[in-house]
């Protein structure tokens, strides 16, 4: 049957081929067109924008998309603006593909256009106001307008009492104001029932503000708070991401019905992505064009609806809110305007003025107005003023009931005080989460942007800087603009070879000193346990018990619970030590049912050192993130304790996010990573940086479950037998990823099984888990007892779900503690009732414990744990320093240069003071200082200085990897200790002191050279600069009014020095006579006066005339005197600041004065001219005739 349908509908449709032909074929003859010609008609060349109207920023990309159908030619005028002074053209493509194109006039030209993709012409912002671009395609035309604009914000405060409407007048001009506003009661009684705020009537530079309960009739005091911002997309100057926008719509939600699955709202999809997953949302109701209908605006962010669940790429769902509890839900008459801002959270200032968003989480609920308001949430931000203006929003509405933030006071530097009210009941638990904006005053802020990126330089004028100079070069920088037209100063500088900086490291005097020390090896371990109650909050405290050094102890927690606290944000805990009294654990939601116990082990005479201890976040979508430590001295003695986890996931699915590998991959880099699957919530780990002395055997791998159980060998080859550590003097650390979710999935124990082999395991089956263990073992001398239980048990049998364990040798619990893991055969994902606690009763006995309350069922239990008693001894006699190497002096950032590439590093150091008297009594190695510098990833030894006595001593390298390093200013590192250090007795001890620490760097450094205007040059003088080959160039611009630099245009030039030997200038003379024309040679004298005489001339100089510097001249009686004589009135006359004319060339001219008295010498004078450049001198002299 279904054969025959399917004939019937193909002949059907030839059919309709058949018969459609002649009626086209005739329709085409009746309006006189043949059938090409229709089906050019079919095929008519057309347009469509796409995207008509944007709010690009000023100074960002304007994009139009749109789609064409057929072939011609596309023109793209600017007909309001102008390409090159309002836009920047930047290119048009089809899809991915770049197009070529011509200018026709001021027009874009792209020929036989023909795309059956998207087309999209890309331009930059170069004013700010409308622009509009026409699009001809063929007879067919189109437009495509924008609206750009800069960051605007203002923000403040305004008192209302009562519902009547009130003007806000702003400060700035916008050109698209988008405004949020939250009220603040003053009345917390009855009066405020359900008051809300909204906005209408928003020009350029005003708005209107009112605040209504349902009845419209509420009399009394309420500040309303509030900020307005430019629609658009922004960043603040730290990053934080800002999107301002409205939408009109009539839908609207109420007690019951929320959300855009059910068409209750509006999806908002956001332009572009965010730093936080979860951004904060401001919005308000924007117009009253319904004035008797009661009703802000709401946003449901994290619907039940998996549709509406956002992040930060996402969307959002937002409407109009109508909780009314007189009245029945009616819906507007017509479409509000609603105005949103999402941000992201942080803090920081505008113009001065401290702010912080702050967002209290998708799980942390705002309570209601009778649900003992205020809440209270703390600010990241440290007030310096406490904040006064303070607009609320809400990120989620997990129930079915919506309701808009109230603020409650301002002024609080500690903590955001707010509650969510509205019409209907006031009571509202684990329904709404939420933030706002807080600033510590009302302002404003307007952004101004940098100048753009230089596009050139030329030298003298011409863009060919490979040139060989001598001495100067006009360079200028080039082709930077500025949104705002303020006056751009370009920076420009030179690759400059050769370049030594000398840097005293000034830090006073350090000292190497041999020693002999009183030796000890003791420890001590706290331990305790308690239930994590709901009434204890998301965050607690635990006495250690004692008063401990933190920077010498670690944390050993374990967490466990009953089958409530299933999810990570309920059951996931982490702990760190706080103080060097305390202990503080943490979760994300406060529930009952959870417990934990923990060790702290302290190292009493420095057996290890923690190097870094905090916290790594791993955001959702995060595989991997990192942590910077400083202070390891030897990676290879380092452990990375993990202090466990805690999480946001609000799903059993969610567990396996929390769950990670923690490991140090450098010396100064800590990185937690978990499974590519498992990064759909954020998850938060603690870690500790310890890093054990020499005496201590540590090793470490990286292992994936591949089978189970799965084995490693602790030295990486070999068999598992070979007696590479003593097990009885050795436990066992481990973090592993969940590549999967569930009980069973996530738990894994491991042990150490043989002297060269670790053992994991799953119950059942394994799970390709990637797991990071250690391995520690005591020396001989100091040992560990490490007593091992291997079991199964099944808490059915075991009285109160608890395992109890006698400890085969009793020990001393003050210096013991449990190392304990567990797999178990659940398969659900009631997690932590199978997340087993362990606890030392006594000298005797542990317990391990199991919290699941029920007596139908329990899992069964693959329990691996090691009790480690740890030792204490006071003393076991002195030691000497035989060849010792000292702690480590490290001296950070020796230099902030810009190099553009390194040859050598010089390291000079001052010794004040050595002895080596006790390496000389004990015929050992001389004392020494020792060198290595900062790879940027791993310190590397120079080697040791060659100390004999005082004085200075130095060290060079061209190591490829320091250079290399060394390129980036924050790896200028160096470190310093002593070697081959000998205590002999107390009258021979080495020592080495030293005072002061030079680093000379070597290479091509970015040297800057001066500055010019937008209308001026810089003049580069080169002749103190030695000779060198193929420098480059680069510049950058500023601008007066953000003051903030462009980036660097890179030249990339090849420009040599080259100093040829300067000529010396020449001097001739055009005339030698007085101020009398006639005769012309003659110098006439007159009794009893002064005569103007001149000696004229020019200096010319082959290395130009700008080279010339000065001429001086002598006027004398050739018979009586000499140039060099001493000046006579009646013999000798000298003028040594002849004056001299601006550079024609190669030539100046001069012109000397000598003012000659009546009674000089009547005889053939000498006018001798000396002209001077920047090297040399030259001279030269003419005759004239005095008579009396």
Known sequence: MKKQTRAMLSIFGLLIILLITPFLYNFSSYIGMDTLNLASWLNKPSITILNPQEYPALGGEWQVNFKTQGEADLIITATQGEFGKDLEFLKITCGDKVLDHEWQDSSILIKNYQCKKQGRITSRVLKEGRHTLRFKFGKQIAYAHNLASKLRMEWGNITLTDTDWKTVNLTLNFNTPIVVVSPEYTDLGTGHYGTEAWTSNITSNSFRVHVANEFFNWTGVTYVHYIVIEKGNWTLPNGIRIEAGNFSTDKYGYKGAWGCAAGYGEQITFVAPFNDAYPLVLISRASNHNATWWGGAYNHKYDTYSSEVATSDGSMCAGLDQNRMAQAHTPPGMEEEIDYIIVDSGDGTLNNIEYEILMSGTTVWMQGYTNGIPDTYPWVHSWTDPPRVIVGGKTAIHGSDGSWVVIYDTGDTSNLRAFVDEGEERSHTGTESGGAWAFASNGTYTENLPPTTPTNITCDGSGNCNITIDKYVNLTGTGSTDTEEDAINYTIEASLQNITITDDQEQGEKQAKAEQTTTGNRFKVYHGSFQFTSALGTSTTQNIGATIDPDHAFLLVYSAGSSTPNLPSEGAVSGYISSSTQLTFERTTAVDGLYVSWFVIEALDNQFTVRGRGSITLAAGASSNTASVSG???????????????????????????????????????TAKRDSTATGTQAIIRYEVVEWSSDYNIYTGETTSSSNPTTALISGSGSASDPIINMSRSFMLASWTATQNGIQQV??????????????????????????????????????????????????????????????????????????????????????????????????????????????SYDQHETRASVVELPYITSSGTVNDTEAAKSWESYYNVDDGTWKNLTGINVTVYVSVYDNSGSQQKGNTNPTLQLQLYTGSAWKSVGNFSISGTGNVSLNTTDYSILSGWQTASNRNLRIRGVYMDWYDSSNIDQVNWTAVWVK???????????????????????????QNCIDLRTRAIDNGSFTYSSYFTKGSCLNISHVAAAAPTVSFTTVDDDFEIPLGIIDLTALSTRNVFCNGTVTDADGGSDIIAVNATFYDASASSSDAADNNATHYTNRSCWLSAADGNNKYFECLFLVRYFANNATWQCNATAYDSSNLGSNTTNATINE
């Open 632 to 670: 390891v001295q030897d990676a290879n003695q380092v452990t990375v304790v993990y202090g466990l986890h805690k999480g946001s996931g609000t799903s059993t699915s969610d567990m396996q996010d929390v769950f990670t590998n923690v490991h140090l991959t450098d010396a100064n880099t800590i």
């Open 747 to 856: 738990q894994m124990y491991y042990n150490i099984s043989n002297t060269n082999e670790v053992t994991f395991g799953q119950y059942s089956a394994a799970r390709s888990n990637v797991i990071r263990w250690y391995v520690i073992e005591s020396p001989t001398s100091a040992p560990f007892f490490v007593q091992r239980f291997s079991y199964n048990w099944d808490p059915t049998t075991a009285p109160d779900n608890v395992k109890a364990n006698t400890i085969p040798v009793a020990i001393n619990a003050s210096t013991s503690f449990i190392k304990m893991s567990c797999s178990t055969s659940g398969t659900g994902t009631a997690f932590r009732r199978d997340f087993n606690l362990p606890r030392l009763k006594n000298g005797t006995s542990w317990n391990e414990t199991q919290y699941n309350p029920a007596t139908a």
């Open 1001 to 1027: 760097i070597n290479g091509q450094k970015w040297t800057a050279l001066g500055n010019h205007t937008n209308t001026s040059t810089l003049r580069w003088n080169t002749t103190d600069i030695p000779e």
